[in-house]
Protein backbone atom coordinates (compact mmCIF):
# COMPACT_ATOMS: atom_id res chain seq x y z
CA UNK A 1 0.00 0.00 0.00
CA UNK A 2 1.09 3.61 -0.91
CA UNK A 3 1.69 5.65 2.13
CA UNK A 4 1.30 9.37 1.92
CA UNK A 5 2.52 11.71 5.37
CA UNK A 6 2.66 15.13 4.13
CA UNK A 7 6.65 15.30 5.18
CA UNK A 8 7.51 12.02 3.39
CA UNK A 9 9.73 12.08 0.50
CA UNK A 10 7.58 11.55 -2.16
CA UNK A 11 5.46 14.74 -1.20
CA UNK A 12 7.84 16.66 -0.56
CA UNK A 13 9.68 16.10 -3.71
CA UNK A 14 6.32 16.13 -5.72
CA UNK A 15 5.86 19.77 -4.09
CA UNK A 16 9.36 21.21 -4.84
CA UNK A 17 9.40 20.08 -8.72
CA UNK A 18 5.85 21.54 -8.94
CA UNK A 19 6.99 24.97 -7.05
CA UNK A 20 10.11 24.68 -9.46
CA UNK A 21 8.44 24.57 -12.47
CA UNK A 22 5.75 26.81 -11.68
CA UNK A 23 8.23 29.12 -10.48
CA UNK A 24 10.88 28.63 -13.64
CA UNK A 25 7.16 29.65 -15.56
CA UNK A 26 6.70 32.84 -13.62
CA UNK A 27 9.91 34.16 -14.56
CA UNK A 28 9.91 33.00 -17.97
CA UNK A 29 6.25 33.80 -18.73
CA UNK A 30 6.86 37.53 -17.40
CA UNK A 31 9.38 38.63 -19.40
CA UNK A 32 7.82 37.13 -22.27
CA UNK A 33 4.61 38.78 -21.26
CA UNK A 34 6.54 41.84 -21.26
CA UNK A 35 7.87 41.65 -24.81
CA UNK A 36 4.40 40.71 -26.06
CA UNK A 37 2.98 43.41 -24.67
CA UNK A 38 5.32 46.13 -25.74
CA UNK A 39 5.28 44.22 -29.64
CA UNK A 40 1.49 44.47 -29.59
CA UNK A 41 0.89 47.43 -27.54
CA UNK A 42 -2.50 48.03 -25.25
CA UNK A 43 -4.88 47.41 -28.30
CA UNK A 44 -3.58 43.69 -29.54
CA UNK A 45 -2.50 42.66 -26.23
CA UNK A 46 -6.03 43.32 -24.89
CA UNK A 47 -7.16 41.31 -28.01
CA UNK A 48 -4.83 38.41 -27.19
CA UNK A 49 -5.57 38.18 -23.52
CA UNK A 50 -9.48 38.79 -24.28
CA UNK A 51 -9.35 35.37 -26.66
CA UNK A 52 -7.35 33.53 -23.67
CA UNK A 53 -9.89 34.84 -21.41
CA UNK A 54 -12.65 32.90 -23.41
CA UNK A 55 -10.42 30.18 -23.78
CA UNK A 56 -10.24 30.14 -20.42
CA UNK A 57 -13.83 29.53 -19.60
CA UNK A 58 -14.03 26.79 -22.53
CA UNK A 59 -11.51 24.62 -21.12
CA UNK A 60 -13.30 25.07 -17.65
CA UNK A 61 -16.56 24.26 -18.74
CA UNK A 62 -15.24 21.18 -21.01
CA UNK A 63 -13.44 19.51 -17.87
CA UNK A 64 -16.46 18.86 -16.94
CA UNK A 65 -15.98 19.73 -12.94
CA UNK A 66 -13.94 16.39 -13.00
CA UNK A 67 -10.20 17.53 -11.42
CA UNK A 68 -11.20 16.84 -7.85
CA UNK A 69 -13.37 14.32 -8.03
CA UNK A 70 -10.76 12.46 -10.41
CA UNK A 71 -7.76 12.77 -7.67
CA UNK A 72 -10.14 11.74 -4.90
CA UNK A 73 -10.90 8.83 -7.06
CA UNK A 74 -7.26 8.24 -8.11
CA UNK A 75 -6.22 8.52 -4.19
CA UNK A 76 -8.45 6.12 -2.95
CA UNK A 77 -7.56 3.90 -5.37
CA UNK A 78 -3.91 3.88 -4.81
CA UNK A 79 -3.78 0.31 -3.51
CA UNK A 80 -5.18 -0.61 -7.21
CA UNK A 81 -3.15 -0.11 -10.24
CA UNK A 82 -5.81 -1.73 -12.56
CA UNK A 83 -8.48 0.27 -11.02
CA UNK A 84 -6.68 3.36 -11.33
CA UNK A 85 -5.92 3.06 -14.78
CA UNK A 86 -9.42 2.26 -15.67
CA UNK A 87 -10.73 5.22 -13.91
CA UNK A 88 -8.16 7.22 -16.11
CA UNK A 89 -9.13 5.75 -19.16
CA UNK A 90 -12.86 6.97 -18.60
CA UNK A 91 -12.16 10.36 -17.31
CA UNK A 92 -9.90 11.09 -20.35
CA UNK A 93 -12.48 9.76 -22.93
CA UNK A 94 -15.11 11.82 -21.07
CA UNK A 95 -13.52 14.90 -21.12
CA UNK A 96 -12.03 14.39 -24.88
CA UNK A 97 -15.36 13.75 -26.18
CA UNK A 98 -16.82 17.17 -24.19
CA UNK A 99 -13.82 19.24 -25.55
CA UNK A 100 -13.86 18.41 -29.63
CA UNK A 101 -17.98 19.23 -29.17
CA UNK A 102 -16.98 22.46 -27.25
CA UNK A 103 -14.48 23.20 -29.98
CA UNK A 104 -17.16 22.47 -33.08
CA UNK A 105 -19.89 24.33 -31.06
CA UNK A 106 -17.42 27.46 -30.65
CA UNK A 107 -16.12 27.33 -34.36
CA UNK A 108 -19.93 28.04 -35.37
CA UNK A 109 -19.97 30.63 -32.66
CA UNK A 110 -16.96 32.30 -33.51
CA UNK A 111 -17.73 31.91 -37.53
CA UNK A 112 -21.33 33.67 -37.07
CA UNK A 113 -19.99 36.76 -34.16
CA UNK A 114 -16.24 37.17 -35.16
CA UNK A 115 -16.48 36.70 -38.61
CA UNK A 116 -13.31 39.35 -39.06
CA UNK A 117 -10.93 37.61 -36.86
CA UNK A 118 -12.23 33.92 -37.60
CA UNK A 119 -8.91 32.54 -38.03
CA UNK A 120 -7.57 34.01 -35.06
CA UNK A 121 -10.34 32.72 -32.53
CA UNK A 122 -10.35 29.32 -34.59
CA UNK A 123 -6.68 28.69 -33.85
CA UNK A 124 -6.88 29.80 -30.40
CA UNK A 125 -9.86 27.36 -29.56
CA UNK A 126 -8.47 24.45 -31.18
CA UNK A 127 -6.40 24.40 -28.15
CA UNK A 128 -9.59 22.54 -26.14
CA UNK A 129 -8.68 19.90 -28.18
CA UNK A 130 -5.62 18.73 -26.36
CA UNK A 131 -6.31 19.89 -22.79
CA UNK A 132 -7.75 16.54 -22.15
CA UNK A 133 -4.14 15.16 -21.81
CA UNK A 134 -4.07 16.89 -18.50
CA UNK A 135 -5.70 13.90 -16.92
CA UNK A 136 -1.85 12.07 -16.73
CA UNK A 137 -0.95 15.24 -14.70
CA UNK A 138 -3.96 14.13 -12.31
CA UNK A 139 -3.25 11.08 -11.91
CA UNK A 140 0.35 11.83 -10.75
CA UNK A 141 -0.72 14.30 -8.79
CA UNK A 142 -2.23 11.10 -6.77
CA UNK A 143 0.58 9.17 -6.40
CA UNK A 144 2.79 12.17 -5.40
CA UNK A 145 4.81 11.97 -8.11
CA UNK A 146 5.13 14.93 -10.82
CA UNK A 147 9.06 15.06 -11.31
CA UNK A 148 8.52 14.21 -15.04
CA UNK A 149 5.34 16.00 -15.09
CA UNK A 150 6.46 19.15 -13.91
CA UNK A 151 9.82 18.90 -16.26
CA UNK A 152 7.99 18.44 -19.10
CA UNK A 153 5.17 21.10 -18.61
CA UNK A 154 8.40 23.50 -18.18
CA UNK A 155 10.23 22.17 -21.85
CA UNK A 156 6.87 22.80 -23.54
CA UNK A 157 6.99 26.49 -21.77
CA UNK A 158 10.46 27.10 -22.71
CA UNK A 159 10.09 26.24 -26.74
CA UNK A 160 6.66 28.02 -26.67
CA UNK A 161 8.25 30.98 -25.07
CA UNK A 162 11.19 30.89 -27.95
CA UNK A 163 9.12 31.00 -30.82
CA UNK A 164 6.67 33.87 -29.58
CA UNK A 165 10.59 35.86 -28.61
CA UNK A 166 10.63 34.97 -32.39
CA UNK A 167 8.02 36.57 -32.90
CA UNK A 168 8.47 39.73 -31.22
CA UNK A 169 11.92 40.31 -32.67
CA UNK A 170 11.00 39.62 -36.32
CA UNK A 171 7.85 42.14 -35.51
CA UNK A 172 5.06 39.57 -36.47
CA UNK A 173 1.34 40.29 -36.80
CA UNK A 174 -1.49 39.47 -33.40
CA UNK A 175 -2.32 36.02 -35.66
CA UNK A 176 1.02 34.36 -35.17
CA UNK A 177 0.88 34.76 -31.23
CA UNK A 178 -2.30 32.51 -31.68
CA UNK A 179 -0.90 29.71 -32.92
CA UNK A 180 2.24 30.13 -30.45
CA UNK A 181 -0.89 29.23 -27.77
CA UNK A 182 -1.84 26.54 -29.81
CA UNK A 183 1.93 24.80 -29.67
CA UNK A 184 2.14 25.01 -26.37
CA UNK A 185 -1.16 23.07 -26.05
CA UNK A 186 -0.22 20.70 -28.31
CA UNK A 187 3.36 19.86 -26.99
CA UNK A 188 2.24 19.47 -23.45
CA UNK A 189 0.03 17.05 -24.72
CA UNK A 190 2.19 15.19 -26.68
CA UNK A 191 5.03 14.68 -23.99
CA UNK A 192 1.42 13.40 -21.38
CA UNK A 193 0.65 10.71 -23.62
CA UNK A 194 4.03 10.24 -24.25
CA UNK A 195 4.81 9.27 -20.56
CA UNK A 196 1.80 7.86 -20.05
CA UNK A 197 2.46 5.43 -22.75
CA UNK A 198 6.05 4.64 -21.35
CA UNK A 199 5.58 4.70 -17.62
CA UNK A 200 2.11 1.69 -18.11
CA UNK A 201 3.32 0.15 -21.17
CA UNK A 202 -0.13 0.90 -22.71
CA UNK A 203 -2.01 3.64 -24.54
CA UNK A 204 -4.85 6.02 -23.28
CA UNK A 205 -6.80 5.35 -26.21
CA UNK A 206 -7.28 2.00 -25.40
CA UNK A 207 -11.15 0.81 -24.84
CA UNK A 208 -9.38 -1.68 -21.45
CA UNK A 209 -11.71 -0.39 -18.54
CA UNK A 210 -13.72 2.47 -19.87
CA UNK A 211 -16.73 2.24 -18.57
CA UNK A 212 -20.01 4.27 -19.49
CA UNK A 213 -21.70 3.07 -15.49
CA UNK A 214 -18.27 4.29 -14.10
CA UNK A 215 -19.22 7.76 -16.38
CA UNK A 216 -22.51 8.30 -15.05
CA UNK A 217 -21.20 8.23 -11.47
CA UNK A 218 -18.27 10.77 -11.94
CA UNK A 219 -21.17 13.32 -13.75
CA UNK A 220 -23.22 13.16 -11.12
CA UNK A 221 -20.90 13.94 -8.63
CA UNK A 222 -19.30 16.50 -10.91
CA UNK A 223 -22.00 18.31 -12.35
CA UNK A 224 -22.09 21.04 -9.40
CA UNK A 225 -18.47 21.72 -10.04
CA UNK A 226 -18.89 22.05 -13.96
CA UNK A 227 -21.00 25.00 -12.49
CA UNK A 228 -19.33 25.68 -9.62
CA UNK A 229 -15.88 25.95 -12.15
CA UNK A 230 -17.60 27.75 -14.85
CA UNK A 231 -18.48 30.63 -12.03
CA UNK A 232 -15.46 30.66 -10.66
CA UNK A 233 -13.64 31.27 -14.20
CA UNK A 234 -16.51 33.41 -14.99
CA UNK A 235 -16.19 36.31 -12.02
CA UNK A 236 -12.10 36.04 -12.35
CA UNK A 237 -12.37 36.33 -16.11
CA UNK A 238 -15.88 38.19 -16.64
CA UNK A 239 -14.01 41.47 -15.87
CA UNK A 240 -11.90 41.21 -19.20
CA UNK A 241 -15.27 40.40 -21.11
CA UNK A 242 -17.28 42.97 -19.66
CA UNK A 243 -14.33 45.44 -20.50
CA UNK A 244 -13.65 44.30 -24.04
CA UNK A 245 -17.73 45.23 -24.83
CA UNK A 246 -17.83 48.32 -22.37
CA UNK A 247 -14.43 50.13 -23.29
CA UNK A 248 -12.73 48.12 -25.75
CA UNK A 249 -9.91 46.09 -26.79
CA UNK A 250 -7.26 48.65 -25.04
CA UNK A 251 -8.76 49.18 -21.73
CA UNK A 252 -8.52 45.02 -21.56
CA UNK A 253 -4.70 45.22 -22.90
CA UNK A 254 -4.13 47.79 -19.67
CA UNK A 255 -5.85 45.91 -17.30
CA UNK A 256 -4.45 42.74 -18.23
CA UNK A 257 -0.90 43.90 -18.00
CA UNK A 258 -1.88 44.02 -14.15
CA UNK A 259 -3.75 40.75 -13.61
CA UNK A 260 -0.88 38.76 -15.44
CA UNK A 261 1.36 40.13 -12.45
CA UNK A 262 -1.00 39.82 -10.12
CA UNK A 263 -2.02 36.37 -10.83
CA UNK A 264 1.46 35.10 -11.33
CA UNK A 265 1.97 33.74 -8.19
CA UNK A 266 -0.92 31.95 -8.09
CA UNK A 267 1.12 29.06 -9.22
CA UNK A 268 2.51 28.27 -5.25
CA UNK A 269 -1.17 27.70 -3.88
CA UNK A 270 -2.31 25.28 -6.73
CA UNK A 271 0.85 23.56 -6.63
CA UNK A 272 0.59 23.32 -2.86
CA UNK A 273 -2.75 22.16 -2.53
CA UNK A 274 -2.36 19.47 -5.52
CA UNK A 275 0.82 18.08 -3.30
CA UNK A 276 -1.09 18.04 -0.40
CA UNK A 277 -4.71 16.93 -1.19
CA UNK A 278 -3.70 13.17 -0.73
CA UNK A 279 -2.40 14.18 2.75
CA UNK A 280 -5.81 15.91 3.82
CA UNK A 281 -8.42 12.94 2.42
CA UNK A 282 -5.57 10.64 4.47
CA UNK A 283 -6.46 12.90 7.65
CA UNK A 284 -10.20 11.80 7.37
CA UNK A 285 -9.04 8.28 8.18
CA UNK A 286 -7.89 8.86 11.24
CA UNK A 287 -10.30 11.33 12.44
CA UNK A 288 -12.68 14.40 11.51
CA UNK A 289 -10.51 16.38 14.39
CA UNK A 290 -7.43 15.47 12.40
CA UNK A 291 -8.52 16.19 9.08
CA UNK A 292 -9.82 19.79 10.35
CA UNK A 293 -6.55 20.13 12.09
CA UNK A 294 -4.95 19.52 8.62
CA UNK A 295 -7.37 21.59 6.96
CA UNK A 296 -6.29 24.38 8.93
CA UNK A 297 -2.46 23.92 8.29
CA UNK A 298 -2.97 23.91 4.91
CA UNK A 299 -5.27 27.30 4.77
CA UNK A 300 -2.69 28.86 7.30
CA UNK A 301 0.01 28.19 4.66
CA UNK A 302 -2.09 29.60 1.69
CA UNK A 303 -2.67 32.89 3.56
CA UNK A 304 0.73 33.23 4.95
CA UNK A 305 1.71 33.37 1.29
CA UNK A 306 -0.77 35.39 0.08
CA UNK A 307 -0.45 38.25 2.37
CA UNK A 308 3.24 38.17 2.18
CA UNK A 309 2.82 38.32 -2.31
CA UNK A 310 -0.16 40.79 -1.39
CA UNK A 311 2.46 43.46 0.29
CA UNK A 312 5.12 42.98 -2.01
CA UNK A 313 3.23 43.71 -4.84
CA UNK A 314 1.91 46.65 -3.04
CA UNK A 315 5.07 48.09 -2.53
CA UNK A 316 6.97 47.77 -6.03
CA UNK A 317 3.52 48.02 -8.22
CA UNK A 318 4.79 51.14 -9.97
CA UNK A 319 8.16 50.30 -10.41
CA UNK A 320 7.25 46.69 -11.17
CA UNK A 321 4.96 48.03 -14.05
CA UNK A 322 7.05 50.67 -15.61
CA UNK A 323 10.04 47.86 -15.91
CA UNK A 324 8.31 44.87 -17.68
CA UNK A 325 5.47 46.77 -19.63
CA UNK A 326 6.95 50.43 -20.06
CA UNK A 327 4.87 53.80 -20.31
CA UNK A 328 2.03 53.23 -21.91
CA UNK A 329 1.12 50.42 -19.17
CA UNK A 330 1.29 53.37 -16.87
CA UNK A 331 -2.59 53.08 -15.70
CA UNK A 332 -1.69 49.40 -15.13
CA UNK A 333 0.21 50.09 -11.42
CA UNK A 334 -3.33 51.53 -9.82
CA UNK A 335 -5.00 48.25 -11.04
CA UNK A 336 -2.10 45.99 -9.84
CA UNK A 337 -2.58 47.44 -6.57
CA UNK A 338 -6.07 46.79 -5.84
CA UNK A 339 -5.81 43.50 -7.64
CA UNK A 340 -2.90 41.48 -5.92
CA UNK A 341 -4.97 41.54 -2.28
CA UNK A 342 -7.23 38.99 -4.31
CA UNK A 343 -4.88 36.46 -3.67
CA UNK A 344 -6.02 36.15 -0.07
CA UNK A 345 -9.36 35.26 -1.03
CA UNK A 346 -8.39 33.30 -3.75
CA UNK A 347 -5.95 30.98 -1.57
CA UNK A 348 -9.09 30.74 0.62
CA UNK A 349 -11.18 29.25 -2.24
CA UNK A 350 -8.28 26.87 -3.77
CA UNK A 351 -7.75 25.42 -0.27
CA UNK A 352 -11.58 25.25 1.04
CA UNK A 353 -12.63 24.27 -2.73
CA UNK A 354 -9.95 20.77 -1.96
CA UNK A 355 -11.97 20.33 1.40
CA UNK A 356 -15.45 20.46 -0.22
CA UNK A 357 -14.20 17.91 -2.77
CA UNK A 358 -12.86 15.38 -0.26
CA UNK A 359 -16.33 15.87 1.85
CA UNK A 360 -18.16 15.22 -1.22
CA UNK A 361 -20.11 18.53 -0.82
CA UNK A 362 -19.18 20.43 -4.01
CA UNK A 363 -22.79 21.79 -4.33
CA UNK A 364 -21.74 24.12 -1.68
CA UNK A 365 -18.72 24.91 -4.15
CA UNK A 366 -21.08 25.62 -7.07
CA UNK A 367 -23.21 27.68 -4.77
CA UNK A 368 -20.59 29.95 -3.00
CA UNK A 369 -19.04 30.31 -6.70
CA UNK A 370 -22.43 31.52 -8.35
CA UNK A 371 -22.43 34.08 -5.26
CA UNK A 372 -19.48 35.60 -6.20
CA UNK A 373 -20.29 35.73 -9.90
CA UNK A 374 -23.61 37.57 -9.42
CA UNK A 375 -22.09 39.97 -7.17
CA UNK A 376 -18.57 40.17 -9.48
CA UNK A 377 -21.34 40.94 -12.38
CA UNK A 378 -23.71 43.36 -10.34
CA UNK A 379 -20.30 45.80 -9.29
CA UNK A 380 -18.73 45.42 -13.08
CA UNK A 381 -21.81 47.07 -14.24
CA UNK A 382 -21.51 49.75 -11.96
CA UNK A 383 -18.36 50.43 -11.37
CA UNK A 384 -16.22 49.84 -14.70
CA UNK A 385 -18.88 52.74 -16.01
CA UNK A 386 -17.99 54.68 -13.26
CA UNK A 387 -14.34 54.38 -12.78
CA UNK A 388 -13.51 52.17 -15.75
CA UNK A 389 -10.11 49.60 -15.32
CA UNK A 390 -9.83 49.96 -11.74
CA UNK A 391 -13.57 49.71 -10.49
CA UNK A 392 -12.82 45.90 -12.53
CA UNK A 393 -10.07 46.04 -10.10
CA UNK A 394 -12.62 46.80 -7.65
CA UNK A 395 -15.17 44.64 -8.01
CA UNK A 396 -12.98 41.31 -8.11
CA UNK A 397 -11.71 41.57 -5.07
CA UNK A 398 -14.88 41.83 -3.46
CA UNK A 399 -16.67 39.82 -5.35
CA UNK A 400 -13.54 36.96 -4.44
CA UNK A 401 -14.25 37.85 -0.61
CA UNK A 402 -18.23 37.68 -0.93
CA UNK A 403 -17.52 34.16 -2.59
CA UNK A 404 -14.58 32.50 -0.65
CA UNK A 405 -15.52 34.19 2.80
CA UNK A 406 -18.58 36.13 3.86
CA UNK A 407 -20.73 33.09 2.10
CA UNK A 408 -19.16 30.22 4.83
CA UNK A 409 -20.15 32.90 7.31
CA UNK A 410 -23.78 33.09 5.47
CA UNK A 411 -23.94 29.72 5.76
CA UNK A 412 -23.95 27.05 8.55
CA UNK A 413 -23.20 24.27 6.77
CA UNK A 414 -19.80 26.18 6.03
CA UNK A 415 -19.42 27.80 9.35
CA UNK A 416 -16.90 25.71 10.72
CA UNK A 417 -14.68 26.66 7.12
CA UNK A 418 -15.19 30.33 8.11
CA UNK A 419 -14.16 29.94 11.58
CA UNK A 420 -10.79 27.93 10.10
CA UNK A 421 -10.29 30.26 7.76
CA UNK A 422 -10.32 33.25 11.00
CA UNK A 423 -7.74 30.67 12.78
CA UNK A 424 -5.52 29.89 9.69
CA UNK A 425 -4.51 34.01 10.23
CA UNK A 426 -2.99 32.70 13.26
CA UNK A 427 0.77 32.70 11.64
CA UNK A 428 2.75 31.65 15.13
CA UNK A 429 1.00 27.66 14.28
CA UNK A 430 4.21 27.32 12.29
CA UNK A 431 5.91 27.21 15.07
CA UNK A 432 4.71 25.14 16.88
CA UNK A 433 6.47 21.68 16.58
CA UNK A 434 4.36 19.22 18.94
CA UNK A 435 0.80 21.16 17.37
CA UNK A 436 2.75 20.29 13.82
CA UNK A 437 3.61 16.30 14.77
CA UNK A 438 0.16 15.85 16.26
CA UNK A 439 -1.54 17.37 12.57
CA UNK A 440 1.16 14.92 10.72
CA UNK A 441 0.85 11.79 12.08
CA UNK A 442 -2.54 11.87 12.83
CA UNK A 443 -3.09 11.56 16.29
Known amino acids: MIKISFFNSKVIASSFWM ?71 TVFGMRLIASVSSFILIFFIVAFCFD ?14 FTPFDVVDLHQQALSDLKYISVLRFTAMLVSAA ?57 LESWPEILAGLGAILFMRLDQVML ?15 VRLSEAWYFLPTAFVAASFPFIIKGKSFSRECY ?7 L ?49 GIGSGSALAAEKKLKWNLYRNLFGLLVNVALNVVLIDKFGTVGA ?3 TLISLACAFWLFDFLFSPLRYMFLLKLKAFNFFYFFNAHQLKRVVNGF
Request: proline share 1%; charged share 15%.
Open 163 to 219: FKIFLVISEQPLIYFSVAVLVEYILVALMLFSYFSLKHSSSMFKFEGLSLKRAKVFL
Open 300 to 348: TVLIFISVLAAFVVSVLSDWVIHLIYGDQYYDSAVILLIHCWSGLFVCM
Open 116 to 129: DSVVFYTIIFFSLV
Open 292 to 298: LDRLRLL
Open 244 to 258: KFMLGAESVGVYSAA
Open 19 to 89: VIEKLSKLIVGVFVSGLIARHLAPQGFGQLNYALALLSIAITFSSLGLNRVAVRYFVERLSFPERRLAGLR
Open 393 to 395: AVA
